[in-house]
């Protein structure tokens, strides 16, 4: 199950407590998550329909060669849940330790190193702007999902692997694989041990998975307000903060527009540029 409708799962109840409705969670999938977006942007602006969505939300509006709604002018930033590091892994036989020995193999031969990703991911781009920023070949080899991709890097067919903190963690803390660089700001706290790309040499460098909800654009205020407050009071729930931040493995932010937005659209332009400059439209 998507890690977004885990969430939208985990506060339903408390949320029908706060604001004295039903609220339904309605999981729909394909076109790397535009249908349900679509959906939401063509909603009444009457607070019955919410989207709550992660990474293809900033990727999605250079990733996709047509999108059925506009993600700037039709979906507005409502709460900015959390943050999340990724992880490039390797298969714990193989010989890559540091960072530094990844964008080293990368330097090697004509096809560089190969690194398991899901396709159309924030991990599928970020793996290419590091390839550029450490002047070597890591080439993403995309999946259509977590598992295949894991299956292949344990069983030793691909030596590395990137993707989500929550994800790899698992095989990381049983030993199947050897953790190498992690994408935050800064070490996350189930990770402390692993050292962040930017202090592996990379200056600056970021990329964090994110998780929020969006209104149609036009909504009320005072709607607006109320939903937003309601959200982020469930957030705060001891149960349901220990669940995001210890068993999800989200950073808790709980920021509202004044923040989220500017956020949002710094994600898009940044990763749409690696995005446009590798042509990797389509591949979600």
Same mark, same amino acid.
């Given at each position: 199950?998507?890690? +977004?409708?885990?969430? +939208?799962?985990?506060?339903?109840?408390?949320?029908?407590?706060?604001?004295?409705?039903?609220?339904?969670?309605?999981?729909?999938?394909?076109?790397?998550?535009?249908?349900?977006?679509?959906?939401?942007? &063509?909603?009444?602006?009457?607070?019955?329909?919410?989207?709550? =969505?992660?990474?293809?939300?900033?990727?999605?509006?250079?990733?996709?060669?047509?999108?059925?709604?506009?993600?700037?002018?039709?979906?507005?930033?409502?709460?900015?849940?959390?943050? $999340?590091? =990724?992880?490039?892994?390797?298969?714990? $036989?193989?010989?890559?330790?540091?960072?530094?020995?990844? /964008?080293?193999?990368?330097?090697?031969?004509?096809?560089?190193?190969?690194?398991?990703?899901?396709?159309?991911?924030?991990?599928?781009?970020?793996? #290419?702007?590091?390839?550029?920023?450490?002047?070597?070949? #890591?080439?993403?080899?995309?999946?259509?999902?977590?598992?295949?991709?894991?299956?292949?890097?344990?069983?030793?067919?691909?030596?590395?692997?990137?993707?989500?903190?929550?994800? #790899?963690?698992?095989?990381?803390?049983?030993? +199947?694989?050897?953790?190498?660089?992690?994408?935050?700001?800064?070490?996350?706290?189930? #990770?402390?041990? %692993?050292? !962040?790309?930017?202090?592996?040499? $990379?200056?600056?460098?970021?990329?964090?998975?994110?998780?929020?909800?969006?209104?149609?654009?036009?909504?009320?205020?005072?709607?607006?307000?109320?939903?937003?407050?309601? /959200?982020?009071?469930?957030?705060?729930?001891?149960?349901?903060?220990?669940?995001? $931040?210890? !068993?999800?493995?989200?950073?808790?932010?709980?920021?509202?527009?004044?923040?989220?937005?500017?956020?949002?659209?710094?994600?898009?332009?940044?990763?749409?540029? %690696?995005? &446009?400059?590798?042509? /990797?439209?389509?591949?979600?």
């Amino acid at each position: 199950m998507p890690r +977004a409708a885990q969430i +939208a799962r985990m506060i339903r109840n408390g949320l029908q407590q706060r604001l004295g409705v039903n609220v339904i969670v309605e999981n729909r999938g394909g076109g790397n998550t535009t249908i349900g977006s679509a959906t939401v942007a &063509r909603a009444p602006r009457d607070g019955t329909r919410w989207l709550i =969505n992660a990474d293809p939300h900033m990727l999605n509006p250079s990733m996709m060669s047509t999108m059925p709604y506009d993600t700037d002018k039709e979906l507005d930033p409502l709460l900015l849940i959390g943050t $999340s590091p =990724n992880v490039i892994a390797a298969n714990a $036989s193989k010989p890559y330790r540091t960072f530094a020995d990844v /964008l080293a193999a990368g330097r090697e031969g004509p096809d560089g190193v190969g690194i398991a990703v899901i396709g159309g991911t924030l991990a599928h781009v970020f793996t #290419l702007l590091l390839g550029k920023m450490g002047n070597a070949m #890591l080439t993403p080899i995309p999946y259509r999902g977590g598992a295949p991709a894991l299956n292949d890097v344990i069983g030793g067919h691909v030596g590395l692997i990137a993707g989500s903190v929550a994800v #790899l963690t698992p095989q990381i803390a049983s030993g +199947a694989l050897r953790p190498i660089v992690q994408t935050g700001t800064q070490r996350h706290r189930s #990770l402390p041990d %692993v050292p !962040t790309v930017a202090e592996s040499g $990379s200056k600056d460098f970021s990329a964090e998975s994110m998780w929020g909800f969006f209104a149609p654009t036009g909504t009320p205020q005072p709607i607006l307000d109320r939903f937003g407050a309601a /959200l982020a009071a469930e957030f705060r729930q001891p149960e349901i903060a220990d669940k995001v $931040s210890n !068993t999800l493995l989200i950073d808790l932010k709980l920021d509202g527009p004044e923040r989220f937005r500017p956020f949002i659209q710094q994600q898009i332009e940044v990763w749409g540029r %690696v995005v &446009r400059e590798n042509g /990797l439209k389509d591949t979600g």
